[in-house]
């Protein structure tokens, strides 16, 4: 029912900070909880950060302290503040609602690659 597209990934440096967008087309989005995922080659998809529609939020410790998810519902749009960026969080990286993750449905994704 609501379509996701991530945007804002790219190439950044050790110790770098990157913010991913996450525009949703629903009109209903500030009904959903909504969460950051991400992927890197061979490995499994793990679950980052989510929110409610309330705001309340919750962090994988891999990201704790240095992610920040957040939402502006009047915007339809979710966002990943991502600081002190190591290598390991290379991935591709995707936004998403519980129905859509039970129901095996993702978006595009946006690479994010940390390297020197």
């Known amino acids: 029912q609501v379509q996701l597209v991530e945007s804002g990934g790219g190439l950044v440096q050790p110790g770098g900070s990157l913010r991913l967008s996450c525009a949703a087309s629903?009109?209903?989005?500030?009904?959903?909880?909504m969460g950051w995922y991400r992927q890197a080659p061979g490995k499994q998809r793990e679950l980052l950060a989510t929110?409610?529609?309330?705001?309340?939020?919750n962090y994988a410790d891999s990201v704790k302290g240095r992610f920040t998810i957040s939402r502006d519902n009047a915007k339809n749009t979710v966002y990943l503040q991502m600081n002190s960026l190591k290598p390991e969080d290379t991935a591709v990286y995707y936004c998403?609602?519980?129905?859509?993750?039970?129901?095996?449905?993702w978006g595009q994704g946006t690479q994010v690659t940390v390297s020197s």
């Open positions: 629903g009109s209903i989005f500030n009904i959903y909880t």
């Open positions: 998403n609602t519980p129905g859509r993750v039970t129901y095996g449905t």
């Open positions: 929110i409610t529609s309330g705001g309340i939020t």
